[in-house]
């Protein structure tokens, strides 16, 4: 079963941009749909959006649409979660996910 790590998540100010990672164990990877999801403090979690195996078709939740973007690199077996105009109700626990597995979660503090 593949595991997921995902890294890159630390204090940034509203308005800042940031970019998370999702390093995956092995090769079935880029053979899965690839998902984002964060969870706030007191809030339950929160899907951010999906990526195709190839990359070619995302979907995004309508809160993040044009400000966040997910890529991936099936090559390295890696996912991205670039993030720009943060708002300080992005403080939350960021996850990856493919099929039933989920990453350990980053933690990333939007405030100035």
């Known amino acids: 079963q593949v595991q997921l790590v995902e890294s890159g998540g630390r204090v940034v100010q509203p308005g800042g941009s940031l970019t998370l990672s999702c390093a995956a164990s092995d090769s079935s990877f880029g053979t899965l749909n690839m998902s984002w999801y964060r969870q706030a403090p007191g809030h339950q979690r929160e899907w951010i959006g999906t990526t195709t195996p190839t990359g070619a078709y995302t979907n995004y939740a309508d809160s993040v649409k044009g400000r966040f973007t997910i890529s991936r690199d099936n090559a390295k077996n890696i996912a991205y979660l670039q993030m720009s105009s943060l708002k300080s109700e992005g403080t939350a626990i960021y996850y990856c996910?493919?099929?039933?597995?989920w990453g350990q979660g980053t933690h990333i503090t939007v405030s100035s």
């Open positions: 996910k493919q099929m039933s597995v």
